[in-house]
T-cell receptor
Framework: GQSLEQPSEVTAVEGAIVQINCTYQ??????LSWYQQHDGGAPTFLSY????GLEETGRFSSFLSRSDSYGYLLLQELQMKDSASYFCAVSKVNKFYFGSGTKLNVKP | DVKVTQSSRYLVKRTGEKVFLECVQDMDHENMFWYRQDPGLGLRLIYF???????EKGDIPEGYSVSREKKERFSLILESASTNQTSMYLC?????????????FGDGTRLSIL
């Protein structure tokens, strides 16, 4: 099977920067995606890395290093609304495999 | 915007019942997926379908079956519900292959088996 590991919980203050890491044990995948899920809501797509390096989308950036089997999601200028769970996922052919998720708590 | 609609937000059924969860998407996506989400385990793929009448098993297909008779509709069937199938069930759809297409999720069905 596929294995993606994330920290279970991260806490940060409003306005700060936080990095959520994702390490994986799989190969031959197309890319690494990140999803956000608020309590009681549906997961929503945030970003995708098909190639190594950094992808930036507004306050969110995502990074992939295939040689290190590692990726991360970087959230800048944290806002209270960023409190949610964040999942990394790898895509292989038509299948997606998700990590167990990181609960981000943003405090005032 | 893509809309993925799951038929029920909350559902309570009894052990041994046959349970149907329905999912409809409105963007003509080829691929549709059923996941279950449990605390600390993330999203686990049950089944997916890449075309009408086509299906493939995911990581945890035991106790489940699926049906895709029309492109827009993907049904998950619990043949004989058991208490360990109490969970949040999420349906998703995506277009194309390659993984760079985002998955669009429904709001989920929270299923309780008593």
């Amino acid at each position: 099977g596929q294995s993606l590991e994330q920290p279970s919980e991260v806490t940060a203050v409003e306005g700060a920067i936080v990095q959520i890491n994702c390490t994986y044990q799989t190969s031959g995948f197309y890319g690494l995606s990140w999803y956000q899920q608020h309590d009681g809501g549906a997961p929503t797509f945030l970003s995708y890395n098909g190639l190594d390096g950094l992808e930036e989308t507004g306050r969110f950036s995502s990074f992939l290093s295939r040689s290190d089997s590692y990726g991360y999601l970087l959230l800048q200028e944290l806002q209270m609304k960023d409190s949610a769970s964040y999942f990394c996922a790898v895509s292989k052919v038509n299948k997606f495999y998700f990590g167990s998720g990181t609960k981000l708590n943003v405090k005032p | 915007d893509v809309k993925v609609t799951q038929s029920s937000r909350y559902l309570v059924k009894r052990t041994g019942e046959k349970v149907f969860l329905e999912c409809v998407q409105d963007m003509d996506h080829e691929n549709m997926f059923w996941y279950r989400q449990d605390p600390g385990l993330g999203l686990r793929l049950i089944y997916f379908s890449y075309d009408v009448k086509m299906k493939e098993k995911g990581d945890i297909p035991e106790g489940y079956s699926v049906s895709r008779e029309k492109k827009e509709r993907f049904s998950l069937i619990l043949e004989s519900a058991s208490t360990n199938q109490t969970s949040m069930y999420l349906c998703a759809s995506t277009s194309g292959t390659g993984g760079n297409q985002p998955q669009h999720f429904g709001d989920g069905t929270r299923l309780s088996i008593l």
